[in-house]
Every structure is written in structure tokens, then in C-alpha cells.
């Protein structure tokens, strides 16, 4: 096959493509606040909700943080985001599992939590609202399921909400719009590397 034929080739696959492409693009005429689950063992859930609110900020968008289970306030993505004016930050849990090793307390600061989260998500001011590691009070039973799914379904109409965590409930997932699974190949702590500034924190 001569260079020629090689690129006209091409050009018919790309234009099938293009075709393709620009009627499913015509197909979505609808606007609305979107749920987002971002579940799975892998790296980067988190990361991903995050580089979603440094795209909504570019927007002009205003966006409400609220973490769960993560007690620490000295990650790089707290530090960043707590100086934009558009972005209010809340962390809500005590550390890990294993750290508290006190489960009605543990219970009790989700409850807690998700009060704050109830007002964020009560606020039609916010565009945005990332629910980090909120997976683990629903998998634990600290938090019910059925008051946060209602809870979310009942939100402003052009609010976007994105969860993350392991182990998002299978009602969690079929409420969401966009559900995104990051599986787990390998992992750089498993060959006794420490959690890295800019990379884990």
C-alpha cells in the first residue's frame, strides 16, 4: 500500500469518526447537575475530584469540599484550594478506621458531617460539590443510605456532586450519571515507599 492510499484511508476512517462522533454530540441536548461516582481500588479518585475543581474554578464556578474520614489538613490540595475565593473546605472526619478505633464516635462525626453536607447541598450558590471518601460511612452503615441518596436526588437542579472512594454501593452507582471504576495494577507503598508530598499528600 503506497503512502497515498495509506492516508486516503485514513481520512475515510476519520470522517466515518467525525460523523460518528458529531451525531452522538447532537444527540445530547439536555443541561443538568450532574452525580459522579469515582469508585474503585486504584490511585487517583480523589486526584481526579480535584482536578475537577481546578476546572470548575477556571469557570468561574463556586465549589463546596467536604472530606470524610481524612482527619489530616496538611495535604498540597487542601493548601491550594483553601486560598481560592470560590471554594469552601471542610474536613469532617478523624482519621482513618484504624486510627480512631472508637466506632460511635466515628459514627457520630459522619452524622455530623454530613449535616454540614445536607446545608452544601440545600445552597444552590454551590456548582460544585465534591464528597470525598463519603463511600466509607455508607459501607460502614454510619451514614443511610436511603436519607443521602434522597438527600442528593433533591439538590438544585444544575448542582454537580462528585463522590469518591472504594466500594460505592451498588444504589450510589445506579443513582450517579457518570460512574468511573480505577483499578488497582500496582502501587508504589506496596514496594515500601512512603506516601510522597505532590504525588499522595
Given amino acids: 500500500m503506497t503512502d497515498s492510499e495509506r492516508a486516503q484511508r485514513h481520512r475515510a476512517r476519520m470522517q466515518r469518526k467525525k460523523e460518528v462522533i458529531d451525531a452522538a454530540i447532537a444527540r445530547a441536548d439536555r443541561k443538568q447537575g450532574l452525580l459522579l461516582i469515582l469508585t474503585g481500588n486504584g490511585k487517583g479518585k480523589s486526584s481526579s ?11 468561574g464556578m463556586r465549589v463546596g469540599v467536604a472530606q470524610f474520614i481524612k482527619g489530616r489538613s496538611d495535604t498540597g490540595e487542601e493548601a491550594f484550594f483553601r486560598k481560592q475565593n470560590h471554594v469552601v473546605w471542610h474536613v469532617l472526619g478523624e482519621g482513618y478506621t484504624w486510627d480512631t478505633q472508637n466506632l460511635d464516635r466515628d459514627r457520630e462525626t459522619a452524622q455530623r458531617g454530613w449535616a454540614i453536607v445536607q446545608e452544601m447541598l440545600h445552597d444552590p450558590s454551590f456548582d460544585l460539590i ?18 443521602v441518596l434522597n438527600d442528593l436526588k433533591n439538590r438544585p437542579p444544575m448542582q454537580h456532586v462528585i463522590i469518591t472512594g472504594r466500594g460505592a454501593p451498588k444504589e450510589l452507582c445506579d443513582a450517579a450519571d457518570t460512574v468511573t471504576e480505577m483499578n488497582d495494577i500496582k502501587h508504589a507503598f506496596r514496594s515500601g515507599i512512603q506516601a510522597q508530598e505532590g504525588i499522595d499528600l
Fill in 130 to 147: 465534591v464528597l470525598d471518601e463519603l463511600t466509607y460511612p455508607l459501607k460502614f452503615g454510619w451514614l443511610d443510605l436511603i436519607l
Fill in 49 to 59: 475530584a480535584f482536578g475537577m475543581i481546578a476546572r470548575a474554578l477556571g469557570h
